[in-house]
């Protein structure tokens, strides 16, 4: 799906297909398989990803979104859930993403 594609979705599909897309990529980075659960409001670090697998998986959703994704969102709130949020933010909301301002957070 292109970032178009993803634009042209409403939010609460958008926010499903992009739910889909990071859960598949972070069962990827820690080998689970897909019958394991991925819990998304513990810290990615917690379940085993390493700061270079988290770098190869920026870039590759990346390439994959056609956008840039704010290394501080990766590091600062390290869930799936909170960069979930900042990139339904991002293809809905580019110039908010481009702060780096993460929905919930102050």
Same mark, same amino acid.
């Given at each position: 799906?292109? *970032?178009?594609? @993803?634009?042209? +979705?409403?939010?609460?599909?958008?926010?499903?297909?992009? &739910?889909? =897309? +990071? %859960?598949?990529? @972070? #069962?990827?980075?820690?080998?689970?398989? &897909?019958?394991?659960?991925?819990?998304?409001d513990i810290s990615? @670090?917690?379940?085993? *990803?390493?700061? /270079?697998? =988290?770098?190869?998986? #920026?870039?590759? /959703?990346?390439?994959? +979104?056609?956008?840039?994704?704010?290394?501080? %969102? +990766? @590091?600062?709130?390290?869930?799936?859930? #909170?960069?979930?949020?900042? *990139? %339904?933010?991002? %293809?809905?909301?580019?110039?908010?993403?481009?702060?780096?301002?993460?929905?919930?957070?102050?």
């Amino acid at each position: 799906m292109t *970032l178009q594609q @993803f634009r042209e +979705l409403p939010r609460p599909e958008l926010a499903e297909e992009m &739910e889909r =897309l +990071l %859960v598949d990529q @972070f #069962r990827a980075s820690l080998l689970m398989d &897909e019958t394991e659960e991925l819990p998304l409001d513990i810290s990615y @670090f917690d379940l085993g *990803l390493t700061s /270079l697998k =988290l770098t190869q998986m #920026r870039q590759t /959703l990346e390439g994959i +979104l056609e956008l840039s994704i704010n290394a501080n %969102v +990766l @590091f600062n709130e390290p869930t799936v859930g #909170r960069l979930l949020d900042y *990139l %339904v933010d991002a %293809v809905t909301d580019p110039a908010r993403a481009a702060t780096g301002a993460i929905p919930g957070s102050n």
